[in-house]
């Protein structure tokens, strides 16, 4: 019931005021009194109109009121409090042959429930209406007592997102009341004239609006309301995407006065690696090479994306950029997301650089505790100049004093909060490299990757041989199995990828190694090992599985998607993945990438199994049809939209509250705009704005 005194429904029973009112606040993002103003309804009720109770139907959702005639507690089927209510005496068709009537059912219910419906006792009811047993009834009704003639509200009833043992009472009135209390909360931080001129409604008319709509709006206003593009939520998203830009700039001026190493490099450790490479640089290389060195020589923190399709050669612009930085006698940190990749950057480096008297610490979670201390030792005591690992490099308080450049491989795999903990690291000094070969979307270009400097490799190595790709139903799996045997047994190499099991990382284990046991029954007799990789495999074993591979002792490789990113054996030339139709593009697009890497032809069959859904089909038909990556992101983001590009589900945390990146991505645009003139013209109010909108959450946003 709206701003109601006593309300008897469980919830609020359950959770009085105050006590640990702050910590169920704070689950809903609310850190502060101020933030209630913006905490926003999902949807409304209407209690502004009471139906009569002869004129309730079936179907419809009402408000109606009537006088209790029983209550009493029925076992069956189950337990439940059972009330039935008719009109008051005296009104609405009392005492004529026909007598409404409505039953209140309750499944779950408080003895202050049962009691509260004593007959006789008038109560306001609200809920939905469906066809019961002795006709209509409604079951679990908001429901109070009320004295006759209890005025009624005049707005639309807000339902917040809540948290449990929070109820909609409870939230109703303190978000009314952190509303009232304080009239600076609902004031305008922009100026009168940019707000008409930018034609928005006035903060404190859109808040307003939002929280306490007017009944019986008309149906094309409760339909904007309702799908979020009325312009009281229009006022609301775009103050959200200006905060965020606001906040990026100030982000981005902060980076700009901060003083970074310079890293002039000598050249010596450069040239020796370019000469002792066994190829020449692409012209795209080159370029990328020399935006980079020039970064690195400037006094401002570089923070530069580095983007290139798989198998552009990101790796070793990013081994000639550490190398400058080691030249100038500072300390690089190379990480990767998965320690396969890290693992692998690690051993490409000590082959490139054999012998310049470099030394490289590799550092992973799960090494040794003693390889692991003198790894740390050796980079602490600044000895080691170089470290390569997964993230795990910057936990536990790894210490690089002389840190002067970071390198963070297949950034989109680490996403926003993990970009957040690499800066809050006190990493702030150091020159940044970020790689991917996801290109990121305009909107996230123009939002959270805003401050970033962005280097294309958009050039290929040349002696590619395409990949050829062929969609194979799993009905004829048998001829792939052989058609593989015939390529290993003439010496060809082959990944053969598990089918992906979201839901079960033991599952999907099983059947690695099942088909592992299914492979090397086929291959029987003919001399072709089978080897195994999956995520479960202790470092070491991953390592000697991945070098038996390198080697060619293994001639086909079962692994499930741990060989996802990043993987370099260039005698591998073919790619089998089972159930294809269960992966992303992204990840299609990457399993693919680890094949067509040297001279020989090179095959992807992707195994997919009948019915496929839509998106399946929709998925498959782009992978088939492209083999440029930033096409095939492209096609991605049509299908998927950008969201789950910023890793925000793993973080779990929203990244806007109101605006939707990809629907309101005009609105970015203009808020971007907007940013520019209002820090123009008014400082103190843009200040005041970020204040109201990220004055509780900050961090998270800068990230
Ligand atoms: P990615 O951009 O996907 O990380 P890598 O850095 O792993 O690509 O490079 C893919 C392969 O291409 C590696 O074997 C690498 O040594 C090789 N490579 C890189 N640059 C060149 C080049 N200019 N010419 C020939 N091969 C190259
Ligand atoms: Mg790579």
């Not at 309750?106 to 429930?113: E, G, I, K, N, T």
């Not at 940190?333 to 692998?344: G, K, R, S, V, W």
């Amino acid at each position: 019931m709206p701003r109601a005194k006593a309300a008897a429904t469980p919830a609020a029973k359950r959770a009085p005021p105050g006590a640990g009112l702050a910590e169920k606040l704070a689950k809903l993002g609310i850190a502060r009194e101020a933030d209630l103003v913006l905490h926003m309804p999902l949807r409304y009720e209407d209690h502004t109109r009471l139906t009569p109770l002869r004129d309730v139907k079936v179907g419809e959702t009402v408000q109606t009121e009537g006088v209790v005639a029983d209550t009493d507690i029925a076992y069956r089927p189950r337990r439940q409090l059972v009330s039935r209510i008719e009109p008051a005496p005296g009104e609405d068709g009392q005492g004529r042959e026909w007598r409404a009537q409505l039953t209140l059912r309750f499944f779950s219910f408080y003895p202050s429930q049962q009691k509260a419906l004593q007959p006789g006792a008038r109560v306001r009811v609200y809920g939905d209406v469906r066809e019961g047993y002795f006709g209509p009834e409604i079951v679990h009704p908001q429901f109070r007592v009320v004295a006759p003639g209890a005025p009624l509200p005049d707005r639309l009833t807000p339902v917040y997102p809540t948290t449990a043992g929070l109820s909609q009472e409870t939230l109703r009135s303190v978000i009314a009341r952190a509303i009232a209390a304080d009239a600076s909360r609902t004031r305008d931080t922009l100026p009168e004239e940019l707000v008409r001129r930018w034609r928005q409604w006035k903060f404190g008319d859109a808040v307003e609006f939002l929280h306490h709509p007017p009944p019986r709006l008309p149906a094309i206003a409760q339909k904007s309301l309702d799908a979020r593009t009325h312009p009281a939520w229009t006022r609301l998203k775009f103050d959200e995407l200006l905060a965020q830009q606001l906040s990026m700039k100030a982000h981005r001026e902060a980076r700009a006065s901060r003083r970074a190493p310079v890293l002039t490099g000598t050249g010596a450790l450069t040239s020796a690696l370019l000469a002792r490479l066994p190829f020449k640089l692409t012209r795209a290389q080159q370029r990328v090479v020399r935006e980079i060195a020039h970064d690195l020589k400037r006094t401002t923190p570089m923070q530069r994306l580095l983007q290139g399709d798989v198998g552009s050669g990101k790796t070793v612009v990013a081994a000639l950029a550490a190398l400058q930085a080691v030249e100038s006698g500072r300390q690089v940190a190379f990480m990767a997301p998965t320690e396969i990749l890290a693992e692998q950057h690690y051993r490409k480096l000590a082959v490139w650089l054999e012998g310049s008297g470099v030394p490289i610490a590799w550092l992973s979670g799960s090494l040794p505790a003693k390889a692991r201390r003198e790894a740390r030792e050796a980079l602490a005591s600044g000895a080691a100049p170089f470290a390569v690992g997964t993230h795990a490099l910057f936990q536990e308080g790894v210490e690089m004093p002389k840190l002067g450049f970071v390198i963070v491989d297949e950034q989109h795999r680490f996403g926003v909060a993990q970009r957040l903990a690499l800066r809050g690291k006190g990493l702030a000094e150091a020159h940044q490299l970020m790689m991917s070969a996801t290109p990121i979307p305009r909107t996230l270009a123009m939002t959270f990757y805003a401050d970033l400097d962005v280097s294309v490799l958009d050039e290929m190595p040349p002696g590619r041989t395409p990949v050829a790709t062929r969609l194979v139903n799993q009905k004829r799996r048998a001829e792939i199995v052989a058609w593989v045997g015939k390529l290993a047994s003439e010496g060809r190499q082959a990944y053969w990828v598990c089918p992906l099991i979201e839901e079960s990382e033991k599952l999907e284990l099983q059947t690695a190694v099942a088909l592992h046991a299914e492979l090397t029954a086929a291959y029987a007799g003919t001399g072709i090992a089978v080897g195994l990789i999956h995520g479960r495999l202790k470092p070491d074993e991953k390592a000697a599985a991945m070098q038996a591979f390198i080697e060619g002792r293994t001639g086909v490789l079962v692994a499930t998607t741990v060989i996802e990113v990043g993987v370099d054996v260039p005698n591998a030339s073919v790619m089998v993945i089972e159930h294809a139709e269960r992966f992303g593009l992204a990840q299609l697009h990457q399993l693919r990438g680890r094949v067509g890497r040297g001279s020989t032809e090179s095959t992807c069959v992707l195994l997919f199994e009948e019915p496929l859904t839509d998106t399946a089909k929709a998925r498959l038909r782009v992978i088939y049809e492209h083999h440029d990556g930033f096409e095939i992101a492209r096609q991605d983001l049509l299908i998927r939209g950008p969201g789950e590009f910023l890793g925000a589900r793993q973080s779990g945390e929203p990244l806007l509250r109101f605006a939707d990146l990809e629907r309101d991505a005009p609105m970015i645009e203009q808020a971007r705009d907007a940013a520019d003139e209002l820090l123009r013209r008014d400082p103190e109010a843009a200040k005041a704005h970020v204040e109201r909108w990220l004055g509780g959450r900050q961090e998270f946003i800068k990230a």
